[in-house]
């Protein structure tokens, strides 16, 4: 029998959904919104209503460039958590309806656990266990991967996720919203050698990135002091220094962690795996240390449905299932 998987995720800001059949993907779209740029930020309250806008016509192409019908289907896969409530509220709501109108299981999905598993959509994928850095706008952790849904984290942030740091060093620029990718491409022209900025001393395998913002913001602020076109003559360098030194503290722990653990297969999840510098800092560890690494595509680094209906298809086959009266959950 055909397991065939309608995945909608509505955690934050983008509208997503995919269709996969016998853990393949036949589908994946996604619907941004741009309403946000103006605010520098996604806007809760702004980002539900897009929701509500999109995701109709989002499942429908999902289903069309799939070429499934709806009684085709054999469940409906929803993320439950972690998010924003209002949004999680849209894809949840929408997802219940529609397996409880089709008469099939629903299988709800954490967020986090789904970026993981990404990993399992194409070749190569990783044996258990495995060491996954999972970096995102909200979360920054390592965890070690025993099996599918086994998992324990050894190390997360303290404060600000990596993700966050990113795109509010490119506030500080000036750039606009999202500006991760933004400084990832100027970076590609800087030095990063040029600035250097407070180093994050925490002990363990924990993340902190408050200091590292806060240091970053009063240069800036200093150098304006002293010539107001600092930032338009620097713009490269600044976010190559950024940059690199916010991969420099992820990779440190991450090193640390597969030291103290020994696991020398080592992943990468999470929108800010599409960073090029991070990147290119885990390959070249791995080709340094032995180590066998795995990145997604980039398409499933940034939130996307496929890797929710990764993460279901691996319910389904467990029997895991939810019940109409789930509720998504913001943590």
């Given at each position: 029998m055909n397991t065939i998987i309608l995945a909608i995720e509505s955690s934050c800001d983008d509208t997503a959904a995919a269709v996969m059949k016998n853990g393949k993907v036949l589908s994946n779209i996604v619907a941004g919104q741009l309403v946000h740029e103006k605010y520098g930020g996604v806007v809760p309250e702004l980002a539900s209503r897009e929701h509500q806008k999109n995701i109709v016509e989002t499942?429908?192409?999902?289903?069309?460039?799939?070429?499934?019908?709806?009684?085709?289907?054999?469940?409906?896969?929803?993320?439950?958590?972690?998010?924003?409530?209002?949004?999680?509220?849209v894809g949840a709501s929408f997802a219940k309806s529609l397996a409880q109108s089709l008469n099939i299981p629903l299988i709800a999905v954490e967020h986090m656990q789904a970026h993981v598993l990404a990993h399992f959509i194409n070749e190569p994928k990783p044996s258990f266990p495995f060491l996954c850095l999972t970096v995102s706008g909200g979360h920054t952790q390592l965890v070690v991967m025993?099996?599918?849904?086994?998992?324990?984290?050894?190390?997360?942030?303290?404060?600000?996720?990596?993700?966050?740091?990113f795109d509010k060093a490119a506030k500080i620029l000036g750039l606009r919203y999202p500006g991760g990718p933004l400084i990832d491409k100027y970076a590609e022209n800087g030095n990063s050698k040029m600035f250097q900025f407070a180093k994050p001393n925490i002990p363990n395998l924990d993340y902190s990135f408050s200091g590292l913002k806060t240091s970053y913001l009063y240069f800036v602020r200093d150098e304006l002091k002293k010539d107001s076109n600092f930032i338009q003559n620097n713009l490269h360098?600044?976010?190559?220094?950024?940059?690199?030194?916010?991969?420099?503290?992820?990779?440190?722990?991450?090193?640390?962690?597969?030291?103290?653990?020994?696991?020398?297969?080592?992943a990468l999840a999470g929108g800010v795996s599409a960073n090029s510098g991070l990147r290119n800092a885990v390959e070249q560890s791995g080709l340094d240390l032995g180590w066998k690494t795995f990145i997604p595509a980039i398409e499933y680094c940034t939130d996307n449905a496929a890797m929710i209906a990764m993460a279901a298809h691996f319910k389904y086959l467990a029997g895991d299932f939810a019940s109409l009266d789930c509720t998504p959950s913001a943590r």
């Open positions: 499942v429908d192409l999902a289903l069309k460039q799939s070429n499934i019908n709806l009684n085709e289907l054999t469940a409906i896969a929803f993320t439950q958590s972690p998010g924003l409530i209002g949004s999680l509220m025993r099996d599918y849904f086994k998992s324990e984290i050894t190390g997360k942030t303290l404060d600000d996720a990596a993700g966050e740091a360098d600044l976010c190559a220094s950024i940059q690199q030194s916010i991969v420099d503290h992820l990779m440190k722990k991450l090193l640390l962690a597969s030291k103290q653990t020994g696991i020398k297969q080592i």
